[in-house]
Structure formats: structure tokens, C-alpha cells
């Protein structure tokens, strides 16, 4: 289990703005210290789980605020944002912005709301509606991609399925035909050529293609049936997005019944317990749950909850051309999960039409901060009209000193050589890299005829 500190500062000095209270007197009805709560409100000190139960009892007080709300979605959402080019010259370390939230979490908010209203598309761009696929990320992100309450209605269902039944996606065909009059329909590709799943409600089928393996059936039956018995939770959640966008909201409510989906196929508090008592083995965590590799490396980036929390993985899937489709952050390096560029010398992309396993690599980013990344190539299901397959390199990663633990890490020396990498050429700063195509933003290429370096481009402040 994850040892990650609950740092939550501006909950708990929202919460005590809203009592009308001082410092003393929250600290006195908490039985600790001004000084102590003084730490806390400016992140310098943990909530711990005993001051947690506290806020509780006498303030009748929602623990999920503390992760839920923090502004611009905590810390190291904010860091994606100032990964941003046009920030590239002013050099924001963790301490500077950990400091901007203790002192100025309104600032903090303001900010974050103004850069993605811009869509994340750097200076001089004009004001302009954010791309959707963007506002729902950062809405994840706000949630740090853990819903608890559809993770425990989908426990509890999950709880509800097992008694009745051994197979999982016999309970979930048999729960959709006796509650919701739904029958099950698997359909040649010949009648559904471009499509995986259909809901056709005039006939009362949930049909589904040949096409689609065993794994995605399951799951497709699940985010059905969550579309239609976690309806309510679903809508406030989308409500409190408070999107404005008709496009986005049917994106977050699409992603909405995906993560009950997992989280049926994957109850939190098993899937959890199966991942630390194998070191968290994919290969035998994924057979335990009759899932996907792409199913399985999404639940990993969802484990946050209070007090049982999973390791902070972050997941990229990353097609031929190096364009990311899928990104979940967690608590990982903003640089390199959220640049739209890659790095050539990220071993991992090279891996998308090699299915020969999982290729295990240490990086290194320019501030030392290494991760163990897990790649591993994909199809998609079924195939468009022009007969092509969709492939994908999925990548899994992990800060290496939070890896020691891990399956994959067995027999590997984590602070020995790793690969050194970049979130790509226009916001990497390296020199003598031998496979640079262009400088860093805001620097300008040195030119000169009496000598040829290594790297192909040399450029000012090198």
C-alpha cells in the first residue's frame, strides 16, 4: 500500500472559514495545537488519519473534500499547466508552487481555470472555448481519478453479483434481463462491420459484436448497467462539472460509467489486496480478473482511496505516430505525461508493432526524478471499414523509489544506469543529444563552421 501523505491544507482552511472560526478555536475543538493547524492549512504538515476522524466527528465533515476540491487540482495538476512552453523561462520548482497553494489557493484556482479556458494552447492564443476531450481530463484530474461513490456502489454489487453467481458475465446478462428487460445479443461482423457495441432500446438488445473478446463484453455489460443503476450518482457528478459544453458532458458521463464498469469487473478493496500480495504482477493480476491489459492498467490509476490507497501509477497510450490518446496522470510527472511530444530515445515507442511482451525500463528526466515504465503493445477490437487495426503502445510508469517493491522490478539495480529522456525536443533542455530535431522553445540554434558536435543542433545557454 501507498504511504502517500494526505496533504490538504485549503480544505481544511475552507472548512474553518466556513465555521467562522479562528485558528485557536478550530484548534481547541480539535484538541491539537494553533500552531500544529497553522502547518496544516499551509500544507507543511499532513492531515493524519486520527485528525481525519476528528474533522469528522464535530463538523459532520466530508472526507472527500480533502481530495476533491483541491484548487486546480492539487499540486501536480497545476505542474502539468506550467509544463506549458510559455512558462519554460521562469523555473517553478515544487517548493515555489507548494508554497503558491499554502499562501494563495484562490490565486492557484484562478489561474488554473484562466489557462484552461485558453484550452492549454500557450501564449497569444486567443480566448476560445477548451477543447472538451481537455475539460474532462481536467474534471479527472480535480478527482484525481477516484470516484468514491461509484466505487462503492460498484462493490456492492459486485458483492451482490457474487453470491448469486460464479460467472461474472453471466450474473451481469442475467441482472440486465430480469431488472432492465434487456436481452444479451452477440452479432456477426457482417451486421455490425463498424460498430463493437449498439444499444437498440426499440428491441430491448444490448448488442454486441463477434468481434468484441471476451474481457470487453463483460465490461460493455457492466458500464451498461451502470449507466442505468448508479443513473443519480452519474448526473451529480456531471452537474458539479458544471461543463457548459453538451460534448463534454456526454464524454465525462461516458468515462463515468467506464470507471463503475472496472470498478464492478474490479471491486477496489480485491483488486487492491490482489495487487499487493503479487508485488503487482500484471500478468497474474490480469488473469485473476479475466481483464484486459488496457482495463487493468486504467483501475491501476484510480486507487486513491482515503486510507487504502494503490500506488501512483500514471498511464500513457501512445499510437505509431507518437500522438497520446489516452493519458492519466495520478501523481506522476507532469512533463512527460502531458507533452505532446515524445522523446526518440524512449525505448517504449518503438514497441507498438512488437508484440513480444513488456518491455521494463528505468528513465531519468533532466531533474533527476527517475520512473519505471512498463510498455506494452496493443490491439484494438474489431477493425474500421478500410480493414485496418488500430495498435497502441500502452505504458504504465511509477516513480523508481516507490518501485522497489514491484514484480517487475525484482533483480533490477533502480539507482543504476537509467535512459535519459525528455518531454520532447521543444521543452527539453538536454545537450549533446544525438537524436535533437529541434531546440528548446526560447532558445535560439548556434551555427558555426570551424567545428561539428554530437548532437545535431546546438543551441544558446547550452
Known amino acids: 500500500m501507498s504511504t502517500a501523505k494526505l496533504i490538504a491544507g485549503h480544505a481544511v482552511r475552507r472548512l474553518r472559514r466556513q465555521q467562522a472560526l479562528s485558528q485557536a478555536a478550530m484548534a481547541e475543538m480539535l484538541d491539537i495545537s494553533p500552531s500544529y493547524l497553522n502547518l496544516i492549512e499551509r500544507n507543511q504538515r499532513p492531515v493524519s488519519a486520527a485528525l481525519l476522524v476528528r474533522l469528522v466527528e464535530t463538523f459532520d465533515f466530508d472526507p472527500r473534500a480533502l481530495t476533491a476540491d483541491a484548487p486546480g487540482g492539487g499540486a501536480a495538476a497545476l505542474r502539468r499547466r ?224 482515503v486510507g487504502a490507497r494503490g500506488l501512483p501509477f500514471f498511464l500513457m497510450r501512445i499510437d505509431r505516430a507518437g500522438q497520446v490518446s489516452k493519458r492519466y496522470a495520478g501523481t506522476g510527472h507532469p512533463a512527460l505525461v502531458e507533452a505532446e511530444g515524445r522523446c526518440p530515445l524512449w525505448q517504449a515507442l518503438g514497441l507498438v508493432d512488437r508484440p513480444d511482451g513488456t518491455l521494463v525500463e528505468l528513465v531519468e528526466m533532466e531533474d533527476g526524478v527517475r520512473f519505471l515504465t512498463l510498455a506494452r503493445a496493443e490491439e484494438k477490437a474489431g477493425r474500421s471499414a478500410m480493414g485496418v487495426v488500430a495498435r497502441f503502445v500502452l505504458v504504465l510508469g511509477l516513480e523508481a523509489s516507490l518501485a522497489e517493491g514491484l514484480a517487475a522490478a525484482r533483480g533490477r539495480d533502480l539507482k543504476g544506469h537509467a535512459t535519459p529522456i525528455g518531454p520532447g525536443c521543444r521543452r527539453c533542455t538536454r545537450t549533446e543529444c544525438p537524436q535533437r530535431s529541434q531546440p528548446p522553445v526560447g532558445r535560439s540554434i548556434l551555427t558555426t563552421e570551424r567545428e561539428r558536435r554530437v548532437a545535431p543542433i546546438v543551441f544558446a545557454g547550452d
Open 82 to 305: 506550467l509544463a506549458d512552453p510559455m512558462f519554460a523561462d521562469l523555473e517553478i520548482d515544487r517548493a515555489e508552487l507548494e508554497e503558491w497553494l499554502a499562501a494563495a489557493p484562490g490565486g492557484a484556482e484562478a489561474f488554473a481555470r484562466a489557462f484552461d479556458r485558453l484550452g492549454g494552447q500557450g501564449a497569444g492564443t486567443p480566448m476560445v472555448a477548451a477543447d472538451p476531450t481537455v475539460q474532462v481530463r481536467r474534471e479527472i484530474e480535480r478527482w484525481r481519478n477516484h470516484f468514491p461513490d461509484l466505487d462503492a456502489a460498484a462493490e456492492a454489487l459486485a458483492d451482490e453479483l457474487r453470491m448469486g453467481a460464479a460467472d461474472l458475465y453471466g450474473a451481469l446478462a442475467e441482472r440486465l434481463r430480469v431488472r432492465h428487460a434487456l436481452a444479451i445479443r452477440i452479432l456477426p461482423i457482417d451486421i455490425l462491420p463498424d460498430t463493437l457495441v449498439r444499444l437498440d432500446l426499440h428491441a430491448r438488445q444490448l448488442q454486441l459484436s463477434e468481434m468484441l473478446p471476451g474481457p470487453a463484453r463483460a465490461f460493455a455489460l457492466a458500464a451498461q448497467l451502470g449507466q442505468w443503476e448508479i443513473r443519480g450518482e452519474i448526473d451529480a457528478l456531471v452537474r458539479g462539472a458544471a461543463f457548459g459544453d453538451r460534448t463534454a458532458e456526454r464524454l465525462f458521463r461516458r468515462y463515468l460509467g467506464q470507471y463503475f464498469a472496472a470498478a464492478l469487473v474490479m471491486p477496489y478493496a480485491r483488486f487492491l489486496r490482489a495487487c499487493e500480495a503479487t508485488g503487482y504482477d500484471l500478468d497474474i493480476v490480469q488473469r485473476r480478473f479475466g481483464v484486459s491489459r488496457e482495463q487493468l492498467a486504467h483501475r491501476l490509476t484510480t486507487l486513491g482511496r
